[in-house]
């Protein structure tokens, strides 16, 4: 405790904080704003004598001597609610149990004591209200059995509310009874801690201990005491044993280990009964009286082992104390045979520690776990184990299953984030992981914060990471393949978006080489240019100068041409599927986001320090801004996996995907964690189910089996739960039955059979993972046993706690990052920007919507120029009836009629013409 205190008398309070004291020696501390006023610090030996309760609820710290006579201290939980919600709670809290005791815990008028104080005269009056209560001069007096109303009140409303949602009855515990049942959670109520037992018929609820919990998924039975506890009785765990009913193959088993018993007896008999002839005869010094030696080994003499015995009937007379000697030797075998046989018998008939019948599916050990070397100093942080922290290093991937609000933000990413010594890329969609981990990162590293929808976001335009030359009409491909699948969500295109993506490469790239915007906003612009129709940006495509003296650029003349050769309905059609794609950067912020480059995606693993890359998207913008990041995802993830070499001497990648199935199907991304580990690239993806996954990338995905590691918390979908119900295996279980006989008069029953069998039980069911404790998690490694460990929690820890720095001040850079297109010479402009050269002079349609030509070949004829409608509602147009008869004048009506029912049908295939 702190300097000048003493725990001579026990200290009651809030907790205010606990965690790991010192990481080497497992010690833990406590700050306890006691009723006295005082703020209490106090060091205990391990985190186990802290507890489990959350900041908030009254402790008790106590001083005690152990088992081996030495003062401890330990924490225990009085109470999981705080002040506040005690007053109103709706059964027995500790304000109840301090209202009505003799001698009540003292407290001081100020500080905490003086909140008590007045929680206290708040929760009289509540009672009062309900009737538990009366004011009588300036005293309450209390209902002589409150706690016992109270707590029976909020036990019987817990117990209807778990009976609906679990279908199963609940069944009441009174002094005296006996309960039983597989216990199946904990529950933190107003009258404390209680135990939900289910024996399959029904539940109860009973009073928790600390020793229940290493029994969660077992059955465990005891009796109730008249104050409410219970006394537990845990069955000591037996050995898994051998079935009853042994196969052919086990007789036989049997059957060899007899006969080893005999051979091992006979053997030891015959080498004491040959030693005790030898030792005879080196005693005798090898007399001729003795006889031939049986044979020489090494110049020594052998005799046949039965030889003391004749040497002994012939020669006793002469050296009774020598054959004395031998004697001994002799007996000795007779007793270790003795004594090998027994060891062999109870060797024989014990039962077996480990069956394998149905499965042998088992927790990891601490052994395994340090083998596996997930105890190390470095890498990402997946939880704790036994006081350490759980950390893997590999170049594996990693995939969390962790619902919404579940700690996966403050016990994996967060600690992972600020311990991960290389460079990052975090999908961080409300913007947490900045604030907590941006300024840590900045003191080592580079950190940018990119926000299409913040117009101080960090800038970042895709189109400059094209490179020029070889590598242009790929990197651009690259690009209009996310531009016309924005959602993620297209199995194959159809031919709207097909023909919408030969056109955007070609647009991509005349922008680049021609205009000056170099952006996808200037893309929009180009090709939506309100003072020109669409036909003479076609035309203007086809006959700027993009390579100098060779002419217009092969691929983008030619995607003009491709959409110059369609119908002016097909190319209406066309173009507004390829406009419909670049919607997103007419917004004047996300236009100014990607007009620059401040970074490059080179900086972020070749810089001389690590570079953090924040994705940070409100969640109101998440679907509208989602193709921008699915795109700069995309760019990073194949231009860091193009070269092998080029990842000696730049930093390890961690793509720290929090919540990544929101991006949609990023299909390069699927097939790249196959092979992005050789390239320095490490995947950290968090999901809330297996159901979102198949949702983005299908039910035949390829996610799960690229991730060497996978965490998952309690979740709340059951296909998830049998999922990793079923990952964790199967284990054999010894079921024993227990049978007692005797005679049905007879005061006892005498007789107790005890018969076992094997039984295959899932190492925890689908109905035990989605009901974990809320400090619990499941990790597991691909080569090594699953394990049980404990969340993470970074604010439970000191040091990590000093690394909560505020982020840095966003602002843009001093230095422009170099391009190939910003520098580059632009081509001269087209003075009229016609639509295309006109064969002669007598068409004067300056659409050139007729012609059908290729780029660099000969003009083809012009069809006929046809005046269109002015106006097709005008029927008669200028006739008047003197110009022709009746009969003449219905005909061209009719005509009219016709043709402007083929313009509203727009049906090539009914046979009509206009």
Request: glycine share 8%.
């Amino acid at each position: 405790m702190l300097a000048a205190e003493h725990l001579d008398q026990p200290v009651v309070g809030r907790l205010v904080a606990r965690g790991l004291d010192d990481e080497l020696r497992g010690s833990a501390f406590a700050v306890v704003d006691g009723l006295d006023g005082r703020t209490h610090h106090i060091r205990l030996s391990d985190l186990d004598a802290a507890g489990d309760s959350a900041p908030g609820s009254m402790v008790e710290l106590r001083s005690f001597d152990d088992a081996r006579g030495v003062r401890r201290v330990a924490l225990a939980v009085r109470s999981d609610l705080d002040i506040d919600r005690q007053i109103t709670a709706s059964g027995a809290t500790w304000l109840d149990r301090q209202a009505i005791a003799r001698a009540p815990a003292p407290m001081s008028d100020s500080g905490f004591g003086g909140e008590v104080r007045e929680a206290l005269d708040r929760r009289a009056e509540h009672l009062m209200k309900q009737g538990l209560a009366v004011q009588r001069g300036t005293q309450v007096r209390f209902a002589s059995n409150l706690i016992e109303t109270l707590r029976g009140q909020e036990i019987a409303a817990v117990g209807e509310k778990l009976s609906a949602e679990t279908g199963k009855p609940f069944n009441q515990t009174g002094g005296g009874e006996y309960v039983a049942g597989s216990y199946r959670q904990r529950l933190a109520l107003a009258s404390g801690r209680f135990a939900m037992l289910d024996d399959g018929l029904g539940f109860q609820l009973v009073p928790w201990t600390p020793a229940l919990e290493k029994h969660l998924g077992r059955h465990v039975s005891g009796v109730a005491r008249a104050d409410g506890g219970i006394d537990w009785s845990f069955a000591r765990k037996r050995g898994l044993g051998l079935s009853p009913t042994l196969s052919k193959g086990l007789s036989m088993a049997a059957t060899k280990i007899l006969w080893g018993q005999i051979i091992a007896v006979f053997l030891i008999v015959l080498t004491t009964t040959w030693a005790a002839t030898e030792w005879v005869a080196w005693r005798l010094a090898f007399q001729p009286e003795l006889g031939s030696p049986w044979f020489h080994l090494f110049g020594f003499p052998f005799y046949p082992p039965p030889s003391f015995f004749w040497w002994w009937y012939g020669f006793d007379a002469y050296a009774p104390a020598i054959f004395i000697e031998g004697a001994y030797v002799a007996a000795s075998g007779g007793i270790i045979s003795v004594a090998v046989a027994i060891a062999m018998s109870v060797w024989r008939a014990r039962e077996a520690k480990k069956v394998e019948t149905y499965g042998s599916a088992r927790w990891a050990e601490p052994n395994e776990v340090r083998a596996a070397g997930l105890l190390g100093p470095d890498g990402v942080v997946l939880g704790r184990f036994h006081h350490d922290y759980l950390r893997h290093d590999g170049p594996e991937h990693l995939l969390c299953f962790a619902p919404t609000r579940s700690g996966k933000g403050v016990g994996l990413v967060v600690p992972s984030l600020l311990a991960w010594p290389g460079s990052a890329i975090v999908h961080d969609i409300k913007g947490e992981n900045w604030q907590l981990t941006a300024g840590f990162r900045a003191r080592f590293g580079r950190v940018l914060l990119f926000d299409p929808t913040n117009a101080k976001s960090a800038a970042y335009n895709p189109l400059l990471e094209v490179r020029r030359g070889e590598w242009e009409v790929r990197d651009v491909q690259n690009i209009a393949d996310i531009l016309v699948d924005p959602e993620g969500s297209l199995e194959k295109r159809n031919h709207w978006e097909k023909t919408s993506h030969a056109l955007l490469v070609g647009a991509i790239l005349h922008v680049l080489y021609a205009e000056a915007d170099k952006t996808l906003a200037g893309v929009a612009a180009f090709l939506s240019d309100p003072r020109r129709p669409i036909e003479s940006t076609l035309a203007a495509m086809m006959t700027t100068a993009h390579l100098g003296k060779d002419g217009p650029h092969p691929v983008i003349a030619s995607a003009a041409r491709e959409l110059l050769n369609k119908s002016d309905n097909e190319r209406s059609g066309v173009l507004s599927t390829a406009m419909s794609f670049l919607g997103l950067y007419r917004d004047p912020v996300v236009a100014a986001v990607t007009r620059r480059c401040d970074w490059r995606i080179t900086d972020i693993v070749g810089g001389q320090h690590p570079t953090t890359l924040y994705l940070v998207i409100p969640p109101s913008d998440i679907n509208r801004t989602k193709p921008l990041i699915r795109l700069l995802l995309n760019q990073i993830g194949r231009r860091l996996t193009e070269d092998l070499q080029a990842k000696r001497g730049r930093h390890r990648l961690l793509f720290m995907l929090d919540e990544f199935p929101a991006l949609g199907r990023l299909d390069f991304f699927e097939s790249a964690l196959a092979f992005m580990a050789g390239y320095g690239l490490k995947s950290f993806l968090i999901a809330q189910s297996l159901n979102q996954i198949e949702k983005a990338y299908g039910p035949n995905n390829s996610i799960l089996d690229n991730c060497h590691v996978r965490v998952s918390f309690a979740t709340n979908d059951e296909r998830t739960a049998k999922r990793v119900s079923d990952a964790l295996g199967t284990a054999t279980e010894m079921k024993a039955m227990r049978n007692y006989a005797g005679h049905r008069l007879s005061p006892w029953l005498g007789h107790l059979m005890v018969s076992r069998s094997e039984t295959a039980r899932p190492l925890l069911t689908p109905g035990e993972i989605m009901q974990l404790p809320p400090a619990d998690e499941i990790v597991m490694v691909a080569g090594i046993p699953p394990i049980r460990a404990k969340k993470a929690r970074y604010y439970e820890d000191a040091r990590f706690k000093e690394r909560i720095l505020p982020p840095p001040a966003l602002a843009a850079p001093k230095n422009v990052q170099a391009d190939d297109w910003t520098g580059l010479a632009l081509p001269p402009k087209i003075a009229s920007a016609p639509a295309a050269p006109v064969a002669s002079g007598e068409d004067d349609d300056t659409t050139d919507s007729e012609r059908r030509q290729q780029p660099e070949l000969s003009l083809s004829q012009p069809v006929e120029n046809r005046q269109p409608v002015q106006n097709e509602f005008d029927l008669d147009g200028d006739h008047t009836d003197e110009d022709d008869d009746l009969a003449a004048r219905n005909q061209r009506l009719t005509g009219i009629m016709q043709g402007v029912a083929r313009q509203a049908s727009l049906d090539f295939d009914d046979g009509m013409e206009i």
